[in-house]
Every structure is written in C-alpha cells, then in structure tokens.
Nanobody
Framework: VQLQASGGGLVQAGGSLNLACVAS??????MAWFRQAPGSEREFVAA???????YYAESVKGRFTISRDNAKNTVNLRMNNLKPEDTADYFC??????????????????WGQGTLVTVSS
C-alpha cells in the first residue's frame, strides 16, 4: 500500500496551490490531509469520506477544498488565499475509522510522504 503526494511549492500570500495524492494497493473509507510545521505537532487540515462528505479544520474553512476520485483512488486539496501560517509539510493519509475520529492522526494507518508548502509574505 502506498500513498504518493505531490504539488507543494513556494507561493506568495494570497496565492493558490493544488496538492494531489494517489493511493495504490487498497481503497479507504476516509482520505485526509494533515500538515506539520517545524516544531509543531501534525494537525488535521481536511478529510473526505467515500460518500463524499467533507470536513475541514476551522483555520482553512472557506479557503481549502478537498476532493476525491474513488475510481482513480486519489484525493486532492485545492488551497486558495494562502497565508504564511499555512507553511508546513502536507501529508495525505488513508484510514477506515469512524466519523468521530476523522480528525485524529491515530485513525490513519497509511501515510504519504510530505510535500512542502511555503507561503511567503
């Protein structure tokens, strides 16, 4: 089982980026994006269930959009109006837990490698 993330880069504040993650080997009920800034714990960004229901951290609500293609086993994160505080390594993840744990890192068994997003002011 592998998750391969891509799409990070350097962008100015107010700009946009699109992150992509391709999963292989199995499918998941929940697919999500987390991020980790230097010196900080990994935090939840957004998740989408197989049904299509989406969930967001308050800090990104209205700016980020998560989407998944079940046929292609992919999950994307469209990030608009980026802020310097969005700078972090972004990780995609796959898991099969219940809705109550969808924002918890412990619920996701499979992780992609990080892709770095840097937002300059």
């Amino acid at each position: 089982v592998q998750l391969q993330a891509s799409g990070g880069g350097l962008v100015q504040a107010g700009g946009s980026l699109n992150l992509a993650c391709v999963a292989s080997g199995r499918t998941f009920i929940n697919m999500a994006w987390f991020r980790q800034a230097p010196g900080s714990e990994r935090e939840f960004v957004a998740a989408v269930r197989r049904s299509g229901h989406e969930y967001y951290a308050e800090s990104v609500k209205g700016r980020f959009t998560i989407s998944r293609d079940n046929a292609k086993n992919t999950v994307n994160l469209r990030m608009n109006n980026l802020k310097p505080e969005d700078t972090a390594d972004y990780f995609c993840a796959g898991g099969d837990g219940t809705l109550s744990s969808i924002t918890s890192t412990s619920m996701y068994r499979y992780w992609g490698q990080g892709t770095l997003v840097t937002v300059s002011s």
